[in-house]
């Protein structure tokens, strides 16, 4: 089943690449270069899940995750961080906020799409 995906990430070709590897499953992809243009389109329209950089202008991933916690209406949206940051502090930060799994770049496609599998399921 086809879901709404939420791609936040400040790198297009990134973003491009990721977009075309859940497109490619039959997921629904909206992109967002920050993490403030990503609130915006938490406007009430259905989405599945959200996988956000953590190193981003503006807003970055740690805020944007403590935003859509705080928000009525996706505060239980999955999160998953998509970053080039390995460090074990800075994911089990990413779990305290409510992140829901911590993918490093460079991914590999079927590991994103069995992490986009498992926290859609339903």
């Known amino acids: ?12 070709s990134l973003r491009l690449v990721v977009k075309m590897t859940l497109e490619g499953a039959g997921h629904h992809v909206i992109q967002a270069a920050d993490g403030q243009q990503a609130m915006a389109m938490l406007d009430g329209r259905q989405i599945d899940l959200v996988l956000t950089d953590l190193n981003m ?53 079927t590991h994103l799409l069995a992490v986009v599998a498992r926290l859609t399921l339903g």
């Open 1 to 12: 089943m086809s879901k709404t995906i939420l791609i936040v990430d400040d790198s297009t």
């Open 57 to 109: 202008p503006v807003l970055d991933g740690f805020g944007l995750l403590d935003s859509i916690r705080h928000h009525p209406a996706y505060g239980h949206t999955p999160v998953v961080m998509l970053t080039t940051q390995d460090a074990s502090h800075l994911q089990q930060l990413g779990q305290q906020k409510g992140g829901c799994s911590w993918i490093v770049k460079p991914f590999e496609p």
